[in-house]
């Protein structure tokens, strides 16, 4: 959802930017929250607990729900993170194809340019990061659960089974590794996203008084600009 979102904020289409809004963000998110709740439902009527471990049931429903699991968890989001991440890309090429560089004469007159906003700059940076690091932890996870579809009715030897279960084991671990990285992505890709770190730091922890992001000032063209 914030790969859209993003696709929809670098969009020149107005009616699209509308999309991006915290309003529509909130909604996707109780909305989003409900929705999977309810799809999981039937982890209470098809699981089984066996010797201490929680695992779905073996046969048919076994096979469909690897499938299952391995196009929701790892296809289906690895497609549309990359889908939405190179339509942004390109919102953002051709926006700066629009922009007339700074100093651009037309008709004897000095047009003053100006360049996509940096704080988007920076947010586009920091969802690309996101999702080359999503793309890298989550494939692992969906590969293993395909490969356990395909094998769930051969007969395998302890060592092979007692070696599937901790590579299966790994993958889901890598996949809590990528949410716990998303904070540390965010403080390396990010000046903005540090300084407002730091900022709510200073101010709900030790309760000091905010310092200026910038300062405005006008030059002799009565160009304001933010230092």
């Keep these: 959802m914030a790969s859209i979102d993003r696709y929809f904020a670098s969009s020149r289409s107005a009616l699209r930017r509308q999309w991006s809004s915290p309003k529509i963000a909130r909604r996707l998110i109780i ?3 409900i929705f999977w709740c309810v799809i999981y439902i039937q982890v ?5 607990i066996s ?6 049931q073996s046969g048919a429903y076994g096979v469909f729900f690897s499938i299952y699991i391995a196009i929701e968890s790892g296809i289906l989001p690895i497609l549309l993170l990359f889908i ?8 953002v090429h051709k926006t700066r194809q ?4 700074i100093g651009t004469v037309h008709d004897g007159r000095h047009i003053q340019g100006s360049k996509t906003s940096r704080k988007d700059a920076q947010l586009h940076k920091m ?5 080359f690091v999503f793309i890298i932890l989550n494939m692992p996870n969906p590969c293993y659960l395909v490969y356990r579809a395909i094998t769930i009715k051969t007969s395998k030897s302890v060592l092979r089974s007692t070696t599937e279960e901790f590579v299966g084991n790994m993958t889901y671990a890598l996949i809590y590794l990528g949410f716990s990285l998303t904070f540390i992505n965010f403080i390396m890709s990010s000046d903005m996203f540090r300084k407002e770190f730091l900022q ?27 230092k």
């Design 84 to 91: 939405f991440g190179l339509l942004t890309a390109n919102n």
């Design 98 to 101: 629009r922009i007339e560089p």
């Design 127 to 131: 969802l690309a990061n996101q999702i």
């Design 31 to 33: 909305g989003s929250a």
């Design 51 to 56: 010797t201490g471990s929680c695992w779905f």
């Design 200 to 226: 709510l730091i200073r101010t709900k922890i030790f309760r000091q008084h905010p310092i200026p992001v910038g300062t405005v000032r006008r030059d002799n063209n009565n160009n304001y600009q933010i």
């Design 44 to 48: 209470i009527i098809f699981y089984n």
